[in-house]
């Protein structure tokens, strides 16, 4: 068997010009990979963020149609901080969106429509980790994470969805890899020192989310969360904090 934790992991390659980011709620990506996004744009790259809901279900002392729209702008403005102008939203319902052709078929659109090469997602798996009693993931992410994978082929395929063609979105099969963040199982790894502050504060500007979340000072709260799990790979990255995912080449 092969021991994965001792493994180097490689530096996720950089051979890219365009990013799409899917993701099922606002804080999803801040609480996954807004370094690896910060270190991308100060490179010059062009990220845009999709996200499947507004997060109207995500906090239990505000009405969702009250909710939505908060968190709409706590979302603009974290992904502003890490150099991210366009954010997109799918307008599916946050708790219940449900894996299927119509979501498939909503990323593919935006595929289409922006043609990354490469697509970041969240962790598709059911639990966010490997052994017994491993803390289940959300039916969210996993909808969402599986989706997006297809989507990546089914953005090249002009018979799957020929009615996008039709809307003026022709084919784009030049999707070169799905980069899964937040995966128990990582292949690869992006330096995550550049970007940590602004991780730090990227987060942090879901500031309502995080109040309702805890009673912890949300400042301290956001710092420790993101050192926490930018150090769990650093053993694996060279001593250095790290941005871990699991990459499916296309
Ligand atoms: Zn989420």
């Known amino acids: 068997m092969i021991d994965t934790e001792a493994t180097d992991l490689p530096e996720l390659p950089g051979d890219w010009r365009r990013a799409l980011a899917v993701v099922a709620h606002p804080d999803d990506l801040e609480y996954g990979c807004a370094a690896a996004v910060a270190r991308w744009t ?9 996200l499947v809901s507004r997060g109207e279900a995500g906090i239990d002392t505000l009405d969702p149609e009250v909710c939505a729209p908060l968190r709409e702008r706590e979302q603009r403005a974290s992904a502003a ?31 289409r429509r922006h043609r990354p090469e490469l697509v970041v997602t969240l962790n598709h798996r059911d639990g966010w980790g490997d052994g017994p009693g491993a803390p289940r993931n959300t039916p969210d992410h996993v909808a969402v994470g599986r989706a997006t994978l297809d989507a990546a082929a089914d953005a090249g395929n002009r018979w799957i969805f020929p009615e996008l063609a039709e809307r003026g979105l022709a084919p784009w099969d030049g999707v070169r890899r799905v980069a899964v963040a937040a995966s ?8 995550a020192g550049p970007g940590l502050e602004r991780a730090v504060e990227s987060l ?19 710092r420790e969360f993101v050192t926490a799990t930018t150090s769990r790979a650093a053993d694996r990255f060279g001593g250095r904090p790290a941005v871990t995912f699991e990459v499916f080449p296309r």
């Open 42 to 50: 100060d490179e010059g790259k062009e990220v845009v963020y999709l």
């Open 81 to 111: 901080v890490v150099g991210v102008d366009t954010v997109e939203f799918l307008d599916h319902r946050d708790g219940v969106i449900e894996y299927g052709t119509a979501l498939r078929r909503d990323i593919a659109a935006a595929i």
């Open 184 to 191: 128990s199982t990582p292949t690869h790894a992006v330096d």
């Open 204 to 222: 942090l500007c879901h500031r309502a989310y995080i109040e309702a979340l805890t009673d912890r000072e949300p400042e301290e709260y956001a």
